[in-house]
């Protein structure tokens, strides 16, 4: 597997968190800001990136937004401050999740394992394609098209997208989604699938797709292709 590469201005924070990833078998890779982080990633082969928010001059934000222009590899968002505002944009700029410092190293690693899990497509046994008018989510090839247009999806979004339509019409709440898709257990901010529903209503720009993605007030989200009709 190739390295993880962690992204932080905080050499303590590095050591800790590269101490407890190579005791479980991970190599790791270290970049003690954007500059250092973005050239290190277009020279190498990463499978994950933990990136800090604050940084001096390129800050985590910009790493994100870069990476996520030519890349849907799985990022972890690490901030010191614990605002709603910051989690979403770290999120809406395409991280895969967040955690707020003081974290615990074996819940970081727990999330490191579920999103490289999700990203090497073990997340569902099942290989199958599912086909709704004209979308088409194809799970063997990690593939969705509308018509003719392939919609380019990180594999979060990917295997949210799948896990509802394959299990259309019945309503999961947020902890369910948490605890099924991200493959852990629910740990706090409900707002990391409410801004991965809205990131996969933006790119599925198709009306009648986006009105597929229903939300249920006060209990979760459903994928209904009967609200189209």
């Not at 901030?79 to 967040?98: N, P, S």
């Not at 410092?101 to 099942?126: D, I, M, N, W, Y």
């Not at 969705?144 to 509802?164: Q, R, S």
């Not at 902890?175 to 409900?190: I, N, P, R, S």
Request: glycine letters at 6%.
């Amino acid at each position: 597997m190739d390295p993880i590469l962690i992204v932080d201005d905080e050499e303590r924070i590095r050591s800790l968190v590269r101490l407890y990833l190579e005791r479980e078998g991970f190599a790791v890779e270290e970049a003690e800001d954007g500059s250092v982080a973005l050239a290190k990633f277009k020279a190498g082969r990463f499978s994950l990136l933990i990136v800090d928010l604050m940084m001096p001059e390129i800050d985590g934000w910009r790493v994100c937004r870069e990476i996520r222009e030519s890349s849907g590899i799985p990022i972890i968002m690490l901030t010191a401050r614990g605002e709603e505002f910051d989690r979403v944009l770290g999120l809406e700029l395409g991280a895969d999740d967040y955690l707020v410092k003081p974290f615990s190293t074996k819940e970081l690693v727990a999330r490191v394992k579920a999103l490289l899990r999700r990203s090497s497509g073990q997340l569902h046994t099942v290989s199958s394609e599912i086909s709704v008018g004209p979308l088409s989510i194809d799970k063997e090839k990690h593939r969705v098209t509308i018509g003719d247009e392939a919609i380019n999806l990180t594999p979060l979004e990917f295997d949210l997208l799948y896990f509802l339509a394959k299990n259309r019409g019945r309503v999961f709440s947020r902890e369910q989604l948490m605890e099924t898709v991200w493959g852990y257990d629910f740990y706090g901010d409900a707002r990391t699938v409410d801004t991965h529903v809205k990131k996969l209503r933006e790119k599925l720009a198709n009306p009648s797709i986006k009105k597929m993605l229903v939300t249920v007030w006060g209990v979760g989200y459903k994928f209904d292709p009967d609200m189209v009709s």
